[in-house]
């Protein structure tokens, strides 16, 4: 094991982490809300830390292989959350560590669950680092990495396997750091569009800038109670609605459009699974809460498709309590809290090409019963689908489902909420969508729960942002072996 390559990437992190809180230092300085001496703290220790040890660290070889790359990117997300969670604690917005780490953990993994019972009152140097480890996870932390630190390695793509959503590997350049470096300026360039429209709906840059790193990042962190629906706004909803979908979609897709390669997004088969199961369960909803609307199709529409918007990107904004619409709509909601976006973009969830693909596999099994003889092959895209693929994503999804169910069984054991609230607590965990049903809907948060509880829905956060194998890796025995 090429142990000081593992160091050096590590304290490359938090590095990157110290200056990655910049922007919120002097975000303090300018309100001046007392909170830039916790930042000042964190970031002379991270570079105490990072600095020394990054230096003395010269790997004679510089190639990562899989089993140091599926150490190093668990290892370097528990260290970010760990270091992210001090502002809150020095700061005193948020004294007790264990919730810190929650709300640290679900920032970086862009869960957006939150512990905090007021946020309308807190500095705002602290609630912006709070927002903008929404933009540093959505992407990547490693993938930022790269992108600063193109020379790091000379063989990334273990890197990207683990960190990077969805069962295939979007590698858009030849060289990794090159692809890193147009991946985040696709996603800058996306983020500014959508401040630039939020401002011109009537935000201060203060809330757009909030707002659209809780979007661009599908997190869902904000500083109004009410979330979205406090700007009582249906402009501003809708253009969220919009932007949360856009980042829900493979960036992959928004390289070869700028390349002029229309026929690829056009064709692209999981981005056609993505809108029209959105589209499907936003009409079918909007008709079952019809009545509480007075019969207004448009208004019934427009709550819908943000609501349904917001949990299929695994964002996590809110215009309404969907705890009171019908159990029929709830039901959908919940089912859609499962899918998640498309392999390669912010989203959390199972990822809409798993679906696809199992769908089509069960398919190919129900027609296997009337031609067990004929040799039947799994398409998707028009290509051919390797049968290692497909047990991968078998594999998966049991371990996702294994995971949920094991999850829920252990908040069980807080002895405070019913069977709906604890199970979708674990469910939105692991899909990285922020509000569940019950105590922790959209009204609610993880505040009632104990520290241990809020320990364990950090590491379900993180298995769910890593896709689980990552994280499990470092509980086999071949991890650490010579």
Known sequence: MNKKLIIRLLSSILLVEAVAMIPSLLVSFYFGDGDAMAFIVTMLLLLVIGLPVHILSKPENANLRAREGFLVVPLAWVLL???????????GMIPNFADALFESVSGFTTTGASIMTDVMNQPRGVMFWRSFTHWVGGMGVLVLTLALLPKLSGRTSH?????????????????????????????????????????????????ASIHAMGTAGTGGFSNYSASIAGFNSPLIEWVVTLFMLLFGVNFALYYKLLRGDWR???????????LGIFAVLALIITLIILPQFEGSFFTALRYSSFQLASIMSTTG?????????????????????????????TAGGIKIIRVGLMTKQGLREIRRVFQPRKVQVVRFEGKAVEESVLHQVCV????????????????????????????????????????????????GNFAGYSDFSKVFCSLLMLAGRLEIFPILALFHPAMWRK
């Open 81 to 91: 959350s760990v270091f992210g969670a001090l502002p809150f604690v020095i700061s």
């Open 159 to 207: 890197l990207f396997k683990a960190e990077s959503p969805g069962p295939t590997l979007s590698k858009l350049l030849p060289r990794m750091g090159d692809t890193a470096k147009v991946l985040y300026l696709l996603y800058g360039l996306l983020t500014a569009i959508l401040l630039v429209v939020l401002m011109l709906c009537g935000m201060n840059f203060y809330d």
């Open 264 to 274: 690829e997004m056009k064709n692209n088969e999981e981005l056609r699974w993505f």
């Open 317 to 345: 904004f809110a215009t309404t309590d969907f705890n009171l619409w019908p159990i029929a709509a709830r039901m959908l909601i919940f089912f859609g809290m499962f899918l998640g976006g498309c392999a390669g973009s």
């Open 396 to 443: 998966f999804f049991f371990m996702y489902l294994a995971l949920i169910i094991f999850g829920g069984v252990v908040l069980s054991f807080n002895g405070l909420y019913d069977f709906e609230t604890n199970f979708t607590a674990a469910l939105t965990c692991v899909s990285n969508v922020g509000p569940g049903l019950g105590a922790v809907g959209p009204a």
